[in-house]
T-cell receptor, first 113, second 114 residues
Framework: EPEVTQTPSHQVTQMGQEVILRCVPI?????FYWYRQILGQKVEFLVS????????KSEIFDDQFSVERPDGSNFTLKIRSTKLEDSAMYFC???????????FGPGTRLLVL | AQSVTQLGSHVSVSEGALVLLRCNYS??????LFWYVQYPNQGLQLLLK??????LVKGINGFEAEFKKSETSFHLTKPSAHMSDAAEYFC????????????FGTGTKLQVIP
């Protein structure tokens, strides 16, 4: 069964450093998303992406964040200058838009020291 | 704006007992509703979804949920709990359309007691 994959599974970085989280969505999907889950809290929407542009973004998704689909298979989330409060599990998801479901990857656990 | 409220952050049931996880939603438009499960140190797996078809929705692993518009509820049930059902369960809502963002509840951790 097709699945969303994410790399790395874990990343530790120093505050102020840039990180790039990578995702490979399901191949025939057209809509892509990033969510995050701070430890002990609920999953929160960050951004959705369609047709090579951002469809919607939350208040969390400020200028420190950016997304890109650099080629036909990868979808990335970049955090330019990480803060302690960026420590969270980051989930990528994809949808074909007609299946009424988003399929989530296993997540990348980011720890900012 | 949509939201979901999950009653009970922790639920304990005995193995073989009925599982009932409660979820109430708030939405200004007819919603799509979902239940996701998260096993320890794993991602989110879709259990089932309601997208305005049948109000009783059957999902994987023997779970089902019933959409009740009059009660704005979408409770998750399973007749007989298994040890393997121990996980965190998230109710979620989105606007209609398969591309809309999903808004999650705070989650309910299910403990199954042998």
């Amino acid at each position: 069964e097709p699945e969303v994959t994410q790399t790395p599974s874990h990343q530790v970085t120093q505050m102020g450093q840039e990180v790039i989280l990578r995702c490979v969505p399901i191949s025939n999907h057209l809509y892509f998303y990033w969510y995050r889950q701070i430890l002990g809290q609920k999953v929160e929407f960050l951004v959705s992406f369609y047709n090579n542009e951002i469809s919607e973004k939350s208040e969390i998704f400020d200028d420190q964040f950016s997304v890109e689909r650099p080629d036909g298979s990868n979808f990335t989330l970049k955090i330019r200058s990480t803060k302690l409060e960026d420590s969270a599990m980051y989930f990528c998801a994809s949808s074909d838009g007609s299946g009424y479901s988003q399929y989530f990857g296993p997540g990348t656990r980011l720890l900012v020291l | 704006a949509q939201s979901v409220t999950q009653l009970g952050s922790h639920v304990s049931v005995s193995e073989g007992a009925l599982v009932l996880l409660r979820c109430n939603y708030s939405s200004s438009v007819p919603p799509y509703l979902f239940w996701y499960v998260q096993y320890p140190n794993q991602g989110l797996q879709l259990l089932l979804k309601y997208t305005s078809a049948a109000t009783l929705v059957k999902g994987i692993n023997g779970f089902e949920a019933e959409f009740k518009k009059s009660e704005t509820s979408f409770h998750l049930t399973k007749p007989s709990a298994h040890m393997s059902d121990a996980a965190e369960y998230f109710c979620a809502v989105s606007d209609p359309g398969g591309y809309q963002k999903v808004t999650f509840g705070t989650g309910t951790k299910l403990q199954v007691i042998p």
